[in-house]
């Protein structure tokens, strides 16, 4: 069935190693969007991709990269730039206007 | 700056009545506005949303109230359920690459 799959649910790393996160969605969408969230705070936006090959920067995009080579993915990866690297981590995509989310990793770093 | 705010962390309803979630936004740019319920360390789902051409949006239990001038918009669920208990995010969005903007949330306790 369709969705949005992240893997993995969680994950830990050292201080100063960059570490990789997985996003793929069958559902066709060509935008895709990585958040992080925090303890008591909303949702913010790190990088987006409206088209592959293609993406921009969002509000805290220091210290992460991305890259979108097919439709159906877009890593994001936390480099040891990141200051606080430790949150949940969402990935979404988008249809007209609503985005779908998938299950989100726990990236902790030690 | 926080263009989406969600003033009221948390909630408690009785089961059966009506839950009102609240979330103001400042920019008036903003032209869509979506609602999402979130399970902890579980992704949000989306729920509802409301263009800014409407003032009001129903399915089934919840229905979603925009008042422009006062840049307000509202989260109705009635009647409140056990499985409601969540917590609430209101995001708003603009244009066409669809960035959303979320709030802080609220968390939702439905007591029986």
Known sequence: DGGITQSPKYLFRKEGQNVTLSCEQNLNHDAMYWYRQDPGQGLRLIYYSQIVNDFQKGDIAEGYSVSREKKESFPLTVTSAQKNPTAFYLCASRTNNEQFFGPGTRLTVL | ?112
Request: charged share 20%.
């Open chain 2, 1 to 112: 700056d926080q263009q989406v705010k969600q003033n009221s962390p948390s909630l408690s309803v009785q089961e059966g009545r009506i839950s009102i979630l609240n979330c103001d936004y400042t920019n008036s740019m903003f032209d869509y506005f979506l609602w999402y319920k979130k399970y902890p360390a579980e992704g949000p789902t989306f729920l509802i949303s409301i263009s800014s051409i409407k003032d009001k949006n129903e399915d089934g239990r919840f229905t979603v109230f925009l008042n422009k001038s006062a840049k307000h918009l509202s989260l109705h669920i009635v009647p409140s359920q056990p499985g409601d208990s969540a917590v609430y995010f209101c995001a708003a969005s603009f244009g066409t690459a669809s960035k959303l903007t979320f709030g802080t949330g609220t968390r939702l306790q439905v007591t029986l």
